[in-house]
C-alpha cells in the first residue's frame, strides 16, 4: 500500500457523560481520532 496522508474531516463536538469535550474527527480511510479536555479547562495553552 502507498503512503497515505489522512485528512482530518471535522465532526464535531460532543459533551461525555463525565463532562469533558470530546472533539471528534475521521478520515474516508476509516481513522478516526477524538481528543477530550475539561471544559472548565479551556483549550490548552501555556
Ligand atoms: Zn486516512
Not at 502507498?2 to 476509516?30: F, I, K, P, T, Y
Amino acid at each position: 500500500m502507498g503512503e497515505h496522508v489522512h485528512v482530518r474531516v471535522w465532526d464535531g463536538l460532543s459533551v461525555s457523560e463525565g463532562g469533558e469535550l470530546v472533539e471528534q474527527s475521521h478520515c474516508r480511510c476509516g481513522a478516526t481520532w477524538s481528543r477530550s479536555y475539561r471544559a472548565d479547562d479551556g483549550p490548552p495553552e501555556e
